[in-house]
């Protein structure tokens, strides 16, 4: 695990997760994973309940994780991409990312996604607008739910972890933030369970937008990036 960045700025960052929070994939997540299952393994069950729990680390580690064969990569990508209109945005999410923006805060992405399929999807969705920076599965630290994406996204973005918070829809997304040192909010229209995500860490669990948007405005009229339960 690398060391906290050796340079604080003064800027404060909200780092959000993609799939799952920024948009809604997962149906397409779960048909290129079948397709590349039953194209590399066969014909039984894939273990998609096991998949989607560990969705937002890079796809080679999942396979790993998940005892598979790294030849599922390649197919899974493809089906990935050819899926692609099928996702949807969460265009509420949007609306609170470009309030915290206004408000003056950075913002920036951190997936499990490679590069090439991040960069389709902001381009797509016109995300480039709502972000200063992002980080992705196939950068070179490891990827969640390590914190060296948060701390990436720090250095670049002239950010103390400690004035930064994670927003992510998975376990993985909590548990990468509170080992940055960040703070973190739950969204539970994605993945992850409320009891899940508090047992990761969640400082706040936000049930819809409008709680998102309550638990980061609290953030920032706050020192020391005390989290607030949005009520």
């Known amino acids: 695990m690398p060391s906290r960045p050796a340079y604080y700025g003064s800027h404060r960052l909200v780092v959000f997760d993609l799939d799952g929070t920024l948009i809604d994939s997962k149906p397409v997540m779960v048909h290129a994973f079948r397709t590349a299952y039953a194209e590399v393994v ?15 680390a890079p796809f080679p580690e999942i396979l790993a994780r998940l005892g598979l064969p790294h030849q599922m990569y390649e197919p899974f990508r493809a089906a ?26 950075r913002t920036a992405i951190y997936t499990g996604k490679d590069r090439e399929r991040t960069v389709e999807i902001l381009d797509r969705f016109g995300l480039w607008r709502l972000c200063d920076g992002i980080a992705v599965g196939d950068d070179p630290q490891a990827g969640k739910p390590a914190p060296d994406g ?3 996204l720090c250095r670049t ?7 930064t918070v994670v927003v992510g829809d998975s376990a993985l997304d909590m548990q990468a933030g509170r080992a940055a040192g960040a703070g973190t909010v739950g969204c539970l229209w994605g993945i992850g369970t409320e009891e899940e995500l508090r047992s990761a860490g969640a400082d706040v669990v936000a049930a819809d937008p409008l709680q998102l948007q309550t638990a980061l405005a609290r953030w920032r009229q706050r020192t020391g990036m005390v989290m607030v339960e949005a009520r």
């Open 42 to 56: 066969g014909r039984s069950e894939a273990p998609v309940d096991s998949f989607l729990r560990l969705l937002g």
């Open 150 to 152: 948060v701390y990436q």
């Open 80 to 105: 990935s991409r050819a899926g692609i209109e099928h996702i949807r945005a969460h265009e509420d999410v949007l609306t609170v990312c470009e309030a915290v923006r206004d408000a003056g805060c």
């Open 157 to 163: 973005l002239a950010a103390d972890p400690v004035d």
